[in-house]
């Protein structure tokens, strides 16, 4: 399937999903129940199937270094803003955990074998885990609690969201045990898997979208959109271009750092009552978006 084949089957399957859930065709936890699937079968077989390939290069380094440093500059950015915009401490809030944590792994893991090819998938795991998700579990946690005027996460407790995470578990034993050349029967059957995650990931999506929003929203909405969908990821090819990554690397940085904001965190933010207009609408308008964003992205590599 090319791209243009890839976005519009995007397109389309979002549509789809998003009528089962008005007509109330599937259960209102269907969404919920697919996320569940991906997260405890698809994405552990992608990562059982391409990770075990990943070799020790330099420019792993760069790779898992851009992700913090996208989070250390969407930080000083919203800052600034905030203060010039005088905006509302909830939706700066929102923004601080939005902007630099993206959708990595649903659809990161889908999108980027269609973008950089299906080898490039063992680099989006490096970025998604080493990046992404350690971010989640550390900064997006803390500042969820911050701004909810809950207690921090303890280390302890940090540590055993991560020890519990499927795709990480995956990750350390890909890293480990798992050999490079897998048994043909089960490198088969993890492809049956691993193929599944892009359909699944993107109907549970079209049943979760929401795109309303609050008036006083709407500048913080456009703010966190132009600064997910296009200034981060300027950032992180000038940042790739600096350290030297290349070929597909480079391609995973860039689209990694473009994807749209995190459904996992716009549903903390959500249930935390910081902005949760604000939270599900970058969630849902950061999908929609994306798909012009990510094939202008897909140009700029070429």
Known sequence: MDVLATFAFILVTLAIGRVLSWRRIVPDNAADSLNLVVLFVCLPAAVLLYAPKLTLERELLGLVAIPWIVLLASTV?????????????????????????????????????????????????????????????????????????????????????????????????????VPAELPVAVERSLHLFADALLPIVVLALGMQLRLRVPRRHV???????????????????????????????????VYLTAMPPMVTSGALLALAGIAPELAVALVGYGIVASMLTLPMWYLVLG
Do not use: H
Not at 132 to 161: D, K, N
Not at 226 to 241: G, I, N, R, Y
């Open 77 to 177: 950015l919203v800052t600034i803003v905030a203060r010039i915009s005088r905006m509302q401490g909830d939706a700066r809030a929102c923004l601080l955990v939005q902007i630099p944590l993206g959708n990595t792994s649903f659809i990161g893991y889908a999108v980027v074998p269609v973008l950089a090819g299906a080898g490039a998938l063992r680099y989006a795991v490096v970025y998604d885990q080493l990046g992404t998700f350690l971010i989640l579990v550390t900064w997006g946690l803390m500042a969820i609690a911050l701004y909810s005027g809950g207690e921090r996460p303890t280390a302890l407790a940090i540590l055993r969201r991560i020890a519990t995470f499927p795709p990480f578990l995956a990750l350390l034993a890909a890293l480990t045990v």
């Open 219 to 253: 500048l913080p909405l456009a703010m966190g959109l132009l600064a997910k969908l296009v200034l981060m990821p300027l950032l992180a090819l000038a940042l790739a271009t600096l350290f030297g990554l290349t070929g597909e690397v480079r391609a995973v940085a």
